[in-house]
Nanobody
Framework: QVQLVESGGGLVQPGGSLRLSCAAS????????MAWYRQTPGKQRELVAS??????DYADSVKGRFTISRDNAKRTVYLQMNTLKPEDTAVYYC?????????WGQGTQVTVSS
């Protein structure tokens, strides 16, 4: 069954913004720390941002530009990405934090290019 579905990616120019969404159908969603990860070809998947019930944490490379949030009533996690850079180009995934292998979805492609 579908557990986590990411959406909102696309092509954006440097300096632009995107908002990613992750619709979750996992059990006890509101109790679980959640996170966004990203991966580029040939590289390890990396943690971008995580959120518990109230606290958020960010990779140094996105701090001050990205904001993670969650709406437990909608069972959705968001990633607002501002001032995007070409190096932000990647497939973005959401998962629990730490991640569970069974929850990796298809991800959503973000391409930052002029």
């Amino acid at each position: 069954q579908v557990q986590l579905v990411e959406s909102g990616g696309g092509l954006v120019q440097p300096g632009g913004s995107l908002r990613l969404s992750c619709a979750a159908s996992i059990s006890l969603f509101d109790l679980r720390p959640m996170a966004w990860y990203r991966q580029t070809p040939g590289k390890q998947r990396e943690l971008v941002a995580s959120i518990t019930r109230g606290d958020a944490d960010y990779a140094d490379s996105v701090k001050g530009r990205f904001t993670i949030s969650r709406d437990n009533a909608k069972r959705t996690v968001y990633l607002q990405m501002n001032t995007l850079k070409p190096e932000d180009t990647a497939v973005y995934y959401c998962n629990t934090y730490p991640p569970s292998e069974v929850y990796w979805g298809q991800g959503t492609q973000v391409t930052v290019s002029s």
